[in-house]
T-cell receptor, first 112, second 113 residues
Framework: EAGVTQFPSHSVIEKGQTVTLRCDPI?????LYWYRRVMGKEIKFLLH????????ESGMPNNRFLAERTGGTYSTLKVQPAELEDSGVYFC??????????FGNGTRLTVT | AQSVTQPDIHITVSEGASLELRCNYS??????LFWYVQSPGQGLQLLLK??????LVQGIKGFEAEFKRSQSSFNLRKPSVHWSDAAEYFC???????????FGAGTRLFVKA
């Protein structure tokens, strides 16, 4: 069984540019989560999808972040325009249960 | 407010020695509790979880954790550490709905020969 896949693994962009991160969950997993870890800080919840619906997006930092999960399969997280403080590692997780059990390797985003 | 505290930012143990990583949580109801490990260049891997029942939980790679409600703790233990255990370990708590998991700041484990 393939695990949770995230790409790109690394992204370096300039302030003001747009970046789109993608997450492919484990097949059949209805729950998909996005988390972020800023350097040296805790892993912070961003949002949670159940199928294609946003169950909880209370962790999204501001309206520069947009997450989608069309068709209830893969998800994208777009940051537009990117700011320096958006740098960090973005993790995606999926599960059939209502808790994040399977994580991807993360996308390391650097905004310069 | 819900929170998770991992008091030790980093710990160094000798290979073959026992290990205990501390985790304390603050939560108003019955929590779901987790330990994850992140090895260099890898994602988070679930070591073990506690939902209910037996308070001593066995996980993968020889790890176990004990839920102590009276102390609001969920410490991770391993009787004999291997060099491959060097990684960062995260304790996490979730509500019974499981929809928003809160992580501790992590404890980085160094293993010396």
């Amino acid at each position: 069984e393939a695990g949770v896949t995230q790409f790109p693994s690394h992204s370096v962009i300039e302030k003001g540019q747009t970046v789109t991160l993608r997450c492919d969950p484990i097949s059949g997993h209805d729950n998909l989560y996005w988390y972020r870890r800023v350097m040296g800080k805790e892993i912070k919840f961003l949002l949670h999808f159940v199928k294609e619906s946003k169950q909880d997006e209370s962790g999204m930092p501001n309206n520069r972040f947009l997450a989608e999960r069309t068709g209830g399969t893969y998800s994208t997280l777009k940051v537009q325009p990117a700011e320096l403080e958006d740098s960090g590692v973005y993790f995606c997780a999926s599960s059939q249960e209502g808790v994040p059990l399977h994580f991807g390797n993360g996308t390391r985003l650097t905004v310069t | 407010a819900q929170s998770v505290t991992q008091p030790d930012i980093h710990i160094t143990v000798s290979e073959g020695a026992s290990l205990e990583l501390r985790c304390n949580y603050s939560y108003g109801a019955t929590p779901y509790l987790f330990w994850y490990v992140q090895s260099p260049g890898q994602g988070l891997q679930l070591l073990l979880k506690y939902f209910s029942g037996d308070t001593l939980v066995q996980g993968i790679k020889g790890f176990e954790a004990e839920f102590k409600r009276s102390q609001s703790s969920f410490n991770l233990r391993k009787p004999s550490v291997h060099w491959s255990d060097a990684a960062e370990y995260f304790c996490a708590v979730s509500n019974t709905g499981g929809f928003k998991t809160i992580f501790g700041a992590g404890t980085r484990l160094f293993v010396k020969a």
